[in-house]
T-cell receptor, first 109, second 117 residues
Framework: GQNIDQPTEMTATEGAIVQINCTYQTSGFNGLFWYQQHAGEAPTFLSYNVLDGLEEKGRFSSFLSRSKGYSYLLLKELQMKDSASYLCAVLDSNYQLIWGAGTKLIIKP | GAVVSQHPSWVICKSGTSVKIECRSLDFQATTMFWYRQFPKQSLMLMATSNEGSKATYEQGVEKDKFLINHASLTLSTLTVTSAHPEDSSFYIC?????????????FGPGTRLTVL
């Protein structure tokens, strides 16, 4: 079966750095997405990786290792507004998005 | 990116009634729209893929006679929850897929929170 694993919840301090991991086992791979979802709102796109390596976009970076079935989202200089759930999703061989359960990130002052 | 709206934002209804949720792609002609359901503290669950001018494709376990989907135009898809029951209370989100760079990025509507009493 297809499976995406991410931690359920993480806590970090304002101004610090946090890394949210995602491992996946899917039938085929056509890219991995990270989305941010604030409580009661729809997800918003953060990043897309299809090749191995690190993609940096401002305070957020996303890394992919296809051989390991592994990705992480790195958030730097954490702000209170970064408190949200972060969803990892993989596009499988049928171009269908397989979603992880999301990681709830709690930022403390 | 594409701008997607949903209406209503939230709805409360009595058990046994039907509820229609609209999803509009405001600046993009979407041949395909997706309907998701999300229960509290759970991830998005794809319910169906809505194709303009044809029947929707439902995911396994989703009752097509209960969740009626109509995609009559390139900018509008509707989801009707027929004879809603309390277990149908959830956050319903639609999305459209647009090719951005070399991949299909999904743009989500703001969601509709349904509470069935």
């Amino acid at each position: 079966g297809q499976n995406i694993d991410q931690p359920t919840e993480m806590t970090a301090t304002e101004g610090a750095i946090v890394q949210i991991n995602c491992t996946y086992q899917t039938s085929g791979f056509n890219g991995l997405f990270w989305y941010q979802q604030h409580a009661g709102e729809a997800p918003t796109f953060l990043s897309y990786n299809v090749l191995d390596g690190l993609e940096e976009k401002g305070r957020f970076s996303s890394f992919l290792s296809r051989s390991k079935g592994y990705s992480y989202l790195l958030l730097k200089e954490l702000q209170m507004k970064d408190s949200a759930s972060y969803l990892c999703a993989v596009l499988d061989s049928n171009y269908q998005l397989i979603w992880g359960a999301g990681t709830k990130l709690i930022i403390k002052p | 990116g594409a701008v997607v709206s949903q209406h209503p934002s939230w709805v409360i209804c009595k058990s046994g009634t039907s509820v229609k949720i609209e999803c509009r792609s405001l600046d993009f002609q979407a041949t395909t729209m997706f309907w998701y359901r999300q229960f509290p503290k759970q991830s998005l669950m794809l319910m169906a893929t809505s194709n303009e001018g044809s029947k929707a494709t439902y995911e396994q376990g989703v009752e097509k006679d209960k969740f009626l989907i109509n995609h009559a135009s390139l900018t509008l898809s509707t989801l009707t929850v027929t004879s809603a029951h309390p277990e149908d209370s959830s956050f319903y989100i639609c999305s459209v897929s647009q090719i951005a760079k070399s991949y299909n990025e999904q743009f989500f509507g703001p969601g509709t929170r349904l509470t069935v009493l």
